[in-house]
């Protein structure tokens, strides 16, 4: 009888298939909805609690929002997951988590403020789980609190391979800042060696979230890559993208893992010039052009 075995939450369906896939075992669905009163309800779809009882269970959910931005129910389906998982007698515990909600929020900027990012990451640690993934984390420091062994899975070959086979050549690699500088000049790697690297300057607004961007590039017959960890609601990328067409890009791909295409996203980003948004299947959309399953099954395994 196989001792493995994945479940499938509602925001990574296609995801979590492909993961049980690339293991070869089985896997379940759930049931999910929402009580009048707000609260969540999720089940595991299954009859007999036997098929959970001394199995290692591999549960995949990402955290990103859902049609109705909805990332604190999402969160609350994993837990929900979890602890079912653990009540029916899992013998270990494996969570995948593509994209972790409120990593964004590791930093106090203001007076007042709450470092929630980490409260998630103590959540999870009172489940008393054995393993936990994650993709690209915003704050990768933050998993060094997990109490289990923990892995941020770098999806940046992935990203680059899909952008070389789109027949990119002469790449530049532009940071839209400061703080994806270390990021782009890794991401460049993965396309050969001395591949530039460019960066812009950027000031947000700490109260209204507005931006300030510059810089003098020099693009002239370039392809250009974009790369951020998270598109939200493209003002980032789509100043970025405006700034190196004006700098003579030949072509733009605007690429993050978790390409969350809030609000008004896809518009203003193909507005600005993007040729396409590329992103991984961390989040479930139309920019889910790179799978992240074989490289999480593979470390699983």
């Not at 296609?14 to 669905?29: F, P, R, T, W, Y």
């Amino acid at each position: 009888m196989e001792k493995r075995i994945v479940i499938v939450g509602p925001s990574s369906q296609i995801l979590g298939i492909k993961i049980a896939q690339e293991l070869g075992v089985e896997s379940l669905n759930t049931e999910s909805k929402k009580f009048p009163d707000g609260e969540n309800y999720i089940r595991i779809n299954i009859e007999n609690e036997t098929l959970i009882a001394g199995k290692e269970v591999i549960i995949v959910q990402s955290t990103g929002p859902s049609a109705s931005a909805d990332q604190n129910g999402r969160l609350m389906e994993l837990f929900m997951m979890i602890d079912s998982v653990k009540r029916m007698g899992a013998k270990k515990i494996i969570v995948v988590v593509p994209y972790i909600a409120y990593a964004r929020q590791d930093k106090i900027f203001r007076p007042g403020e709450s470092q929630f990012g980490h409260a998630i990451i103590y959540i999870i640690n009172y489940f008393g789980i054995d393993e936990f993934y994650a993709v690209d984390v915003h704050a990768p420091i933050m998993l060094n609190e997990c109490s289990c062994k923990a892995i941020n899975i770098d999806s940046m070959k992935l990203l680059a391979d899909y952008v070389k086979s789109k027949g990119a050549k002469d790449i530049v690699v532009v940071s839209p800042d400061k703080g994806a500088i270390e990021r782009s000049m890794a991401f460049a790697k993965h396309f050969g060696e001395n591949i530039p690297v460019e960066l812009l300057e950027k000031e947000r607004d700490v109260k209204t979230g507005e931006i300030d961007m510059s810089g003098k590039l020099n693009l002239k017959d370039k392809d250009v890559v974009i790369a951020d960890d998270i598109i939200a609601t493209g003002g980032t990328m789509a100043t970025a993208i405006k700034i190196a067409k004006e700098s003579g890009a030949r072509k733009v791909f605007a690429v993050a893992t978790h390409a969350l295409l809030l609000g008004q996203a896809k518009f203003r980003i193909i507005k600005a010039g993007a040729d396409e948004i590329i992103g991984t299947d961390s989040i479930d959309n139309e920019a889910s052009k790179v799978s992240l399953a074989k490289i999480i099954a593979d470390y699983i395994k």
